[in-house]
T-cell receptor, first 113, second 110 residues
Framework: DGGITQSPKYLFRKEGQNVTLSCEQNLNHDAMYWYRQDPGQGLRLIYYSQIVNDFQKGDIAEGYSVSREKKESFPLTVTSAQKNPTAFYLC????????????FGQGTRLTVV | DAKTTQPPSMDCAEGRAANLPCNHSTISGNEYVYWYRQIHSQGPQYIIHGLKNNETNEMASLIITEDRKSSTLILPHATLRDTAVYYCIVPTSGTYKYIFGTGTRLKVLA
């Protein structure tokens, strides 16, 4: 089955450590996205990538980094520079044709202690 | 980037139609309007999208005004399972930038 997979579902890290969240899709989609969601809030765009080896900052990119070396993969690294990293992180992919919908993963809940 | 504005919350009686409005006054001529919903702590679920004509599928109907500056998502017979946050999104043409607004928290009441 085609889909978008985020792993792990729950992640715990100590303060000051970098952590990488995985996002893989087998939908052959060109564009991929990372969002952050805090309790009771909407989704805020961190980074997005339209094609391999290219990505752009979203509204809250500070303290995060991404790579897009393969079409299928768009990992997000939460660095120690991110002041409040505890949040729910969602990955999405989009075919790149405007008359089609985006697909979302089920999210990773990161807790930094 | 096209911005969207939605009311923060709405209630609807079970079995009645839920009408969720969205304003997108800066939409460009070739940009689509998409609707998604998010049930607590899950990934958003696609509902419907449209360009200028009204659209209907098995989940909902989408009514877009003639000037395309606003739209309404209609859930014809709301059930308790439709309780969720509903997002109206207008992806930026050419960049495919998906920006979520604050959404509308719909509560369906028994």
């Amino acid at each position: 089955d085609g889909g978008i997979t985020q792993s792990p579902k729950y992640l715990f890290r100590k303060e000051g450590q970098n952590v990488t969240l995985s996002c893989e899709q087998n939908l052959n989609h060109d564009a991929m996205y990372w969002y952050r969601q805090d309790p009771g809030q909407g989704l805020r765009l961190i980074y997005y990538s339209q094609i391999v080896n290219d990505f752009q900052k979203g509204d809250i990119a500070e303290g995060y980094s991404v790579s897009r070396e393969k079409k299928e993969s768009f990992p997000l690294t939460v660095t120690s520079a991110q002041k409040n990293p505890t949040a729910f992180y969602l990955c999405a992919s989009f075919p790149g044709r405007m008359n089609t919908e985006a697909f979302f993963g089920q999210g990773t809940r990161l807790t930094v202690v | 980037d096209a911005k969207t504005t939605q009311p923060p919350s709405m209630d609807c009686a079970e079995g009645r139609a839920a009408n969720l409005p969205c304003n997108h006054s800066t939409i460009s001529g070739n940009e689509y309007v998409y609707w998604y919903r998010q049930i607590h702590s899950q990934g958003p679920q696609y509902i419907i999208h449209g360009l200028k004509n009204n659209e209907t599928n098995e989940m909902a109907s989408l009514i877009i005004t003639e000037d395309r500056k606003s739209s309404t998502l209609i859930l014809p017979h709301a059930t308790l399972r439709d309780t969720a946050v509903y997002y109206c999104i207008v992806p930026t043409s050419g960049t495919y930038k998906y920006i979520f607004g604050t959404g509308t928290r719909l509560k369906v009441l028994a």
